[in-house]
């Protein structure tokens, strides 16, 4: 359903929502002092996420940097040669799945708007915003400015992108959270390897976290599913649309991860699901320090952690990864966007052109 139906409807927090649209929900007047004490603390949170951020960036560059001092240029080219044709085909096709299942993250969002949008639209708008986001970073900033963008061409107002944003990137951190439960679940083992924890530990931690996602899929079935998210109030998707979510994650995030899987040196020293786990955990990390697409986060997580024959294969692995995940989509989008408003613009021009054709006889009529 939309957000709270149609029509205007009070907020909990005494904002309202309009006509599907994601409104600003605004809380009680409250006494000054209580105000300056949420403030401070909301102050301190900031500060502490920042200076998290900052550590967990500065950490992982003197990885990276550590790992470039200790590998010569010749070996890195010569991993980077070594890798096989097949291992680079199959990492484009994954990509392609991979943002094939990204367009779905869009689709149900405005399903679950009560949006009708081309399905050529729709997958314009969600693959461009996420080859951005995923390169540039900000992804509230970014994706929502790009799918604005394409998406008021077919009348959503700024409230219906910021929803839609929200609600597609809701289902990313639901196929996360899949992802690392069954992962934690089932290789509590391989994953001890490289957390250190007890493989005990890993196994209640994953079987929380699927115990989470269970409650969250029985809230979701009981109705009047509404949320507070970035200071937006929103109905959250039903039982089957959250399932949905759940199937789409876990394709998206499989896919990606499987890209990078796929250009490691083989044999390979470690096992898919346990892999993907780490990788999981890496683009946690990434997304946590708020560097540009985890770029140097995500890949001290993976020189860290994941085993390989040198760090020279790994490393080229990586580099390869960015250039095929993420630099290639970037530039494709960058075209896709051009071409888009090209076109957009020679349809106005053409239609000025019709217009004034067709004025012209009827002037010279009037004469």
Same mark, same amino acid.
């Given at each position: 359903?939309?957000?709270?139906?149609?029509?205007?409807?009070?907020?909990?927090?005494?904002?309202?929502?309009?006509?599907?649209?994601?409104?600003?929900?605004?809380?009680?007047?409250?006494?000054?002092?209580?105000?300056?004490?949420?403030?401070?603390?909301?102050?301190?949170?900031?500060?502490?996420?920042?200076?998290?951020? %900052?550590?967990?960036?500065?950490?992982?560059?003197?990885?990276?940097?550590?790992?470039?001092?200790?590998?010569?240029?010749?070996?890195?080219?010569?991993?980077?040669?070594?890798?096989?044709?097949?291992?680079?085909?199959?990492?484009?096709?994954?990509?392609?799945?991979?943002?094939?299942?990204?367009?779905?993250?869009?689709?149900?969002?405005?399903?679950?708007?009560?949006?009708?949008?081309?399905?050529?639209?729709?997958?314009?708008?969600?693959?461009?915003?996420?080859?951005?986001?995923?390169?540039?970073?900000?992804?509230?900033?970014?994706?929502?400015?790009?799918?604005?963008?394409?998406?008021?061409?077919?009348?959503?107002?700024?409230?219906?992108?910021?929803?839609?944003?929200? %609600?597609?990137?809701?289902?990313?951190?639901?196929?996360?959270?899949?992802?690392?439960?069954?992962?934690?679940?089932?290789?509590?083992?391989?994953?001890?390897?490289?957390?250190?924890?007890?493989?005990?530990?890993?196994?209640?931690?994953?079987?929380?976290?699927?115990?989470?996602?269970?409650?969250?899929?029985?809230?979701?079935?009981?109705?009047?599913?509404?949320?507070?998210?970035?200071?937006?109030?929103?109905?959250?998707?039903?039982?089957?649309?959250?399932?949905?979510?759940?199937?789409?994650?876990? %394709?998206?995030?499989?896919?990606?991860?499987?890209?990078?899987?796929?250009?490691?040196?083989?044999?390979?020293?470690?096992?898919?699901?346990?892999?993907?786990?780490?990788?999981?955990?890496?683009?946690?990390?990434?997304?946590?320090?708020?560097?540009?697409?985890?770029?140097?986060?995500?890949?001290?997580?993976?020189?860290?952690?994941?085993?390989?024959?040198?760090?020279?294969?790994?490393?080229?692995?990586?580099?390869?990864?960015?250039? %095929?995940?993420?630099?290639?989509?970037?530039?494709?989008?960058?075209?896709?966007?051009?071409?888009?408003?090209?076109?957009?613009?020679?349809?106005?021009?053409?239609?000025?052109?019709?217009?004034?054709?067709?004025?012209?006889?009827?002037?010279?009529?009037?004469?």
């Amino acid at each position: 359903m939309a957000l709270q139906g149609y029509g205007t409807v009070p907020g909990r927090d005494g904002g309202e929502e309009c006509d599907g649209e994601a409104v600003p929900a605004t809380g009680p007047v409250i006494p000054g002092i209580v105000r300056d004490k949420k403030e401070n603390r909301h102050r301190i949170r900031h500060l502490f996420a920042v200076g998290l951020s %900052i550590g967990i960036f500065i950490l992982a560059t003197v990885v990276v940097a550590r790992t470039f001092t200790q590998i010569s240029f010749d070996e890195l080219r010569g991993a980077i040669a070594a890798t096989g044709g097949d291992q680079i085909a199959t990492a484009f096709l994954l990509t392609a799945v991979s943002f094939l299942a990204l367009t779905g993250y869009d689709a149900l969002a405005l399903r679950q708007l009560k949006l009708h949008v081309p399905y050529p639209t729709t997958a314009l708008a969600s693959f461009t915003s996420y080859a951005i986001s995923f390169t540039l970073g900000f992804p509230l900033i970014t994706a929502g400015t790009v799918r604005y963008w394409i998406y008021s061409g077919k009348g959503l107002s700024g409230g219906k992108v910021a929803s839609l944003t929200i %609600i597609a990137g809701l289902t990313f951190w639901l196929g996360m959270a899949l992802l690392i439960g069954i992962g934690f679940t089932v290789r509590a083992n391989g994953v001890a390897n490289l957390d250190h924890l007890d493989p005990l530990a890993n196994r209640v931690i994953g079987i929380a976290i699927i115990l989470a996602l269970v409650g969250y899929l029985v809230w979701a079935a009981q109705g009047h599913r509404h949320a507070k998210i970035q200071g937006f109030r929103l109905e959250l998707p039903g039982f089957w649309l959250t399932v949905g979510q759940l199937c789409l994650g876990l %394709i998206d995030l499989c896919a990606a991860s499987g890209v990078l899987f796929a250009l490691l040196s083989p044999p390979r020293a470690i096992d898919y699901l346990t892999f993907v786990t780490v990788y999981v955990f890496g683009s946690l990390l990434g997304i946590a320090s708020n560097a540009p697409g985890g770029i140097g986060v995500f890949e001290a997580t993976m020189l860290k952690t994941v085993p390989a024959h040198s760090e020279a294969a790994l490393l080229a692995s990586l580099l390869l990864f960015r250039i %095929i995940y993420y630099l290639v989509p970037f530039v494709l989008a960058l075209a896709m966007l051009g071409a888009h408003e090209s076109i957009k613009r020679w349809k106005s021009l053409r239609a000025a052109m019709v217009r004034a054709s067709e004025e012209e006889p009827d002037e010279a009529e009037g004469d």
